[in-house]
């Protein structure tokens, strides 16, 4: 049986833990003790997850809080719109909640996002907890306080910074998760070698396999070394003013996958990193910032795991580059029309850069075709 973590976000007042361990979900009362005593808890949760995990959770609150209600909202990106955040305050709000309101958000990184900028604006702002159910929350959306939903000009528009009070992420929660979504969490696991510790990429070279197999011990690893480097550059840029920036590494082309396969479940957002950063590594290598050795085995651990690493395998192969790079220009990264990037100088270091060529970058993009 794996031992259980717990690091600490150090944001001054706003400091949290994140949990990582195997049932946790259940032991939520113990582990989170004075944050859920007497308290109103709402569980936000989706369709999908409800059956899974919303029993053992609900247990686990109804021992510790005063009240416990729930509320279930359908599975998927359209849920993290203006029009399903509009229905969820006013359902929370029926429930003749106070300030003293809980909001636990159980599920993958559209109920985070929509929980949290939920418990960001209701009553000017509540106490929130992540109780992340996939592998791309638990090392990404429910650390770092992003929260928000999408708009008609783009994803993540409309949004808040609200950092959580804890985090729990189950590895338990996991052993349900389908392959593909598993995979797609494993891109952004790999983002945080590749950006800034080629150590824990090498391991992966090592390990990925059995992190993709659910090996216990691994995927553990994996998970607490992913909330760790985040929890780190956190601290250092809560407001991404510089460094946090970094964790985009890859989403500059990956947004763009993603507009033009419609956020519909084509593409999902890991995947679509996993194409992003390979091509982050073709455009570094075009730039002569990394080597050919480095971008081939960034290219070869991440295609050895199924992700795929070549616009022309990619469902979003039929997109035109000035299709793409228009998407680019118009990300919410971008300064002033200049595109912006992160660019590797190899594995395990990287930097933001504005001025990337435009003819290499459709260099890039032709010869991935
Ligand atoms: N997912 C990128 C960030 O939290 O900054």
Redesign the pocket.
């Known amino acids: 049986m794996q031992k259980e973590s717990k690091l600490t976000v150090g944001l001054g007042a706003r400091a949290y833990d994140i949990h990582v361990g195997r049932g946790l979900i259940g032991r939520a009362d113990d582990i989170l003790g004075d944050m859920l005593a007497d308290r109103h808890v709402v569980i936000i949760n989706d369709a999908a997850v409800a059956p899974l995990h919303l029993p053992a959770l609900k247990a686990a609150c109804e021992r510790a809080c005063r009240r416990v209600d729930s509320l279930t909202v359908p599975s998927g990106e359209a849920s993290k719109s203006m029009p399903a955040l509009a229905t969820l305050l006013e359902d929370i709000l029926a429930l003749g909640v106070d300030r003293d309101v809980v909001l636990v958000a159980l599920g993958g990184g559209v109920i985070g996002d929509l929980a949290g900028f939920a418990a960001a604006s209701l009553l000017r702002g509540v106490d929130f907890i992540q109780v992340p159910t996939t592998l791309l929350a638990q090392v990404?959306?429910s650390?770092?306080?992003?929260t928000g939903v999408n708009a008609a000009a783009g994803k993540n528009l409309i949004g808040a910074f609200h950092q959580p009070r804890a985090v729990l992420a189950d590895m338990a929660s996991l052993d349900t998760l389908a392959d593909r979504e598993l995979r797609a969490g494993y891109a952004?696991v790999v983002k945080y070698g590749l950006l800034g510790d080629a150590a824990f990429f090498e391991w992966l070279e090592a390990n990925g396999t059995g992190v993709m197999a659910r090996d216990d011990a691994a995927l553990a690893h994996a998970v607490t070394t992913s909330c760790q480097a985040?929890a780190r550059?956190?601290e250092a840029d809560e407001r991404?003013a510089g460094q946090?920036?970094l964790?985009?590494l890859g989403?500059t082309f990956a947004h763009a996958l993603e507009a033009v396969c419609g956020y519909d479940g084509t593409l999902l957002h890991g995947e679509a990193v996993g194409t992003g950063m390979a091509l982050a590594y073709d455009l570094a290598s075009a730039l002569q910032l990394c080597t050919g050795q480095d971008r081939g085995r960034v290219h070869a651990h991440l295609a050895g795991c199924g992700l795929v690493t070549r616009l022309a395998d990619s469902p979003a192969a039929d997109a035109s580059n000035d299709q793409l790079i228009d998407i680019m220009r118009r990300d919410k990264k971008a300064r002033r029309g200049q595109m912006r990037f992160v660019v590797p100088r190899g594995i395990g270091n990287s930097f933001v850069s504005d001025d990337v060529p435009e003819e290499t970058l459709r260099t890039v993009l032709d010869d991935s075709r």
Do not use: F, M, T, Y
């Open positions: 990404d959306s650390v770092g306080g992003k952004e985040k550059i956190v991404e946090r920036a964790l985009n989403h």
